[in-house]
């Protein structure tokens, strides 16, 4: 089994930054990409970021390009999203995603590794 486990979620104001962190355990192999999705109340699941540890190539949401790093150790299973200049619509439940297989790692339907979620609320 393959666990993973974020933190570093939290209450921060607008314009403010924050980290997550998501380190995988268990039986764990070299995955192909990892990435972030967030889900908000009565929302579907989205996508946020995603890293392929083959090619180092990374993709965004176009509403976090140039806000959010994705960032992480392939050797360690662990990737991390650092989050600046926050906005409420930030506020969501972020979850960490893993996947052996190759595909455009955009879409929560490829991800096979999921975390439990963190929390993260922008105030206004």
């Known amino acids: 089994q393959v666990q993973l486990v974020e933190s570093g979620g939290g209450l921060v104001q607008a314009g403010g930054s924050l980290r997550l962190s998501c380190a995988a355990s268990?039986?764990?192999?070299?995955?192909?990409?990892m990435a972030w999705f967030r889900q908000a109340p009565g929302k579907e699941r989205e996508f946020v970021a995603t890293i392929n540890w083959r090619e180092l190539t990374t993709y965004y949401l176009d509403s976090v390009k140039g806000r959010f790093t994705i960032s992480g150790d392939s050797a360690k299973n662990t990737v991390y999203l650092q989050m600046n200049s926050l906005k409420p619509e930030d506020t969501a439940v972020y979850y960490c995603a893993a996947t052996g297989r190759v595909g455009t790692w955009r879409n929560k339907d490829e991800y096979e590794y999921w975390g439990q979620g963190t929390q993260v609320t922008v105030s206004s």
């Open positions: 268990g039986r764990t192999f070299s995955f192909y990409a």
